[in-house]
């Protein structure tokens, strides 16, 4: 298996427990790979613990940007052909990146992502949330996704680089990626691989992050469902408006009360909220589709 045009893009953020023997164990199963660890301003010794390691790629933010600004900044610096996620927390399996990356290798895929077994590690505090987001995904994307925001996948470079832009600076970059590679109709394959539990203590906060996920359900919707999304809102609006308007209107023999109205009102500028937000979506993804 040759998997010299391969670039493994690796976002760390106070990490030095782990990523001197990840990365060893890593250079070990992939020798002619280019290797890129990105210390995302991490106040601990993770860049020294990568620099220690030869023929790795270190690059550094001199503060904490996000996962996904981490990897932006591995991707543009890769210099393969095909580049590939890869978590620095030791949750990963050298091995299961082989099997994600040799489809994309064999131009079988031209994305696969790696799919966490049931039974992986993770907060149960979390799992809620995740459930929610999970579901509102597949409604998004119409089908299926055996695993919506696992940190291994493999792209095509010169796929993944039209939608930088697109991808958020935090943890929902994966989540993102994940639907824009479904809803711009790429090849998209699946394959199974194992998690370990990490090393150290994550950096997700419970009311933090369960706040970005809310504000990541509304950004999936508006991004890749603009139009269903603000339609669904404004015929709501409609709805309410006109059984209550009606309602009083009739009941109180005063004609279409002021509030009714204004929420009719507002149900009609939503729906063409809803036409401009859908078009400017869509220039922003033809915009970097047409030069790239």
């Given at each position: 298996?040759?998997?010299?045009?391969?670039?493994?893009?690796?976002?760390?953020?106070?990490?030095?427990?782990?990523?001197?023997?990840?990365?060893?164990?890593?250079?070990?199963?992939?020798?002619?790979?280019?290797?890129?660890?990105?210390?995302?301003?991490?106040?601990?010794?993770?860049?020294?613990?990568?620099?220690?390691?030869?023929?790795?790629?270190?690059?550094?933010?001199?503060?904490?940007?996000?996962?996904?600004?981490?990897?932006?900044?591995?991707?543009?610096?890769?210099?393969?052909?095909?580049?590939?996620?890869?978590?620095?927390?030791?949750?990963?399996?050298?091995?299961?990146?082989?099997?994600?990356?040799?489809?994309?290798?064999?131009?079988?895929?031209?994305?696969?992502?790696?799919?966490?077994?049931?039974?992986?590690?993770?907060?149960?505090?979390?799992?809620?949330?995740?459930?929610?987001?999970?579901?509102?995904?597949?409604?998004?994307?119409?089908?299926?996704?055996?695993?919506?925001?696992?940190?291994?996948?493999?792209?095509?470079?010169?796929?993944?680089?039209?939608?930088?832009?697109?991808?958020?600076?935090?943890?929902?970059?994966?989540?993102?990626?994940?639907?824009?590679?479904?809803?711009?109709?790429?090849?998209?394959?699946?394959?199974?691989?194992?998690?370990?539990?990490?090393?150290?203590?994550?950096?997700?906060?419970?009311?933090?992050?369960?706040?970005?996920?809310?504000?990541?359900?509304?950004?999936?919707?508006?991004?890749?469902?603009?139009?269903?999304?603000?339609?669904?809102?404004?015929?709501?609006?409609?709805?309410?408006?006109?059984?209550?308007?009606?309602?009083?209107?009739?009941?109180?023999?005063l004609g279409f009360p002021v509030f009714a109205s204004m929420i009719f009102i507002s149900g009609i500028l939503t729906f063409f909220m809803g036409i401009i937000c859908d078009q400017i979506v869509s220039m922003r993804k033809e915009k970097f589709e047409k030069y790239h």
């Open positions: 298996m040759d998997f010299k045009d391969l670039s493994i893009c690796i976002p760390a953020f106070n990490e030095d427990k782990i990523i001197r023997s990840m990365l060893i164990e890593l250079k070990k199963e992939f020798p002619d790979s280019e290797i890129i660890v990105v210390d995302d301003g991490s106040s601990d010794k993770t860049k020294e613990m990568a620099k220690s390691v030869e023929g790795i790629t270190v690059l550094e933010h001199k503060q904490n940007i996000g996962y996904g600004g981490a990897l932006k900044t591995a991707m543009q610096r890769a210099n393969g052909e095909i580049v590939a996620w890869y978590d620095a927390d030791g949750q990963h399996n050298p091995k299961d990146l082989k099997k994600v990356a040799q489809p994309v290798v064999d131009e079988k895929y031209e994305v696969v992502i790696g799919v966490r077994q049931k039974d992986f590690y993770q907060s149960v505090e979390r799992i809620p949330g995740k459930m929610i987001l999970k579901f509102i995904a597949q409604f998004v994307a119409k089908e299926t996704i055996p695993d919506i925001n696992s940190g291994m996948r493999c792209f095509k470079k010169n796929i993944i680089k039209k939608y930088l832009h697109l991808l958020p600076d935090g943890f929902s970059a994966t989540t993102t990626s994940t639907l824009l590679m479904i809803k711009q109709r790429y090849k998209v394959g699946y394959k199974s691989i194992k998690i370990q539990k990490r090393v150290g203590k994550s950096s997700v906060k419970i009311v933090r992050d369960g706040w970005n996920s809310l504000v990541l359900i509304f950004r999936v919707l508006i991004l890749f469902e603009a139009f269903r999304f603000f339609t669904l809102l404004a015929f709501l609006q409609i709805c309410f408006a006109m059984f209550y308007g009606l309602y009083i209107a009739f009941n109180n023999k």
